[in-house]
């Protein structure tokens, strides 16, 4: 099972992936998880990542869809994965189909979780409320300010990745703003739905 889980900020990409991976013993691979993981193990990938890094500059799309390539070759990778964070550019998306094609792999399916962001916002402020009247340390970039900012960017950037997978026929949209259960069962109808025989 070979997934990409788009949806913007606070849509529940991480409960839901955090879901899949148990149910079907696949790996999770966070972008930035697996830039750091290639550093410490002085890849070659990695050791041109620090380089990058250590000048303070963005990691270039190359050097992103090199780490990718290198971790979907271990072992814990053999019956598939779930990219949650990636794509974030058409480019992107291309590069990683070109990847995956280099490899005779496929995509699965391409499940956005869809979000009322007026809903969402009042979901973080809530959140924010919640833990500080338990008593709790709120992060620093939890609140309705820079959630906002957050949103811009995955709306100017991210969003015209959906509209990629659509116009291949790829994307299928689920509900996130049902219950946590409702959008389970959602995504596990729109994997059954598309799984190849």
Known sequence: MRLILLGP????????SARLVNKYGIPQLSTGDMLRAAVAAGTPIGRAAKAVMDSGSLVSDDIVLGIIAERIEQPDA??????????????????????????????????????????LLGRIEKRVKDTLAAGGTVRADDNAEAFKI???????????VSAY?????????????????????????ALAAGQRV
């Open 9 to 16: 900020p606070g849509a529940g990409k991480g409960t839901q």
């Open 78 to 119: 053999a019956k598939g994965f779930i990219l949650d964070g990636f794509p974030r550019t058409v480019k992107q998306a291309e590069g990683l189909d070109k990847l995956l094609a280099d490899k005779h792999l496929s995509l699965d399916a391409v499940i956005e979780l869809k979000v009322n962001e007026a809903e």
């Open 150 to 160: 957050r949103l811009d960017a995955y709306r100017e950037m991210t969003a015209p």
């Open 165 to 189: 997978y659509a116009g291949r026929g790829e994307l299928k949209a689920v509900d996130g703003m049902a219950p946590i259960e409702t959008v389970s069962a959602a995504i596990d109808h």
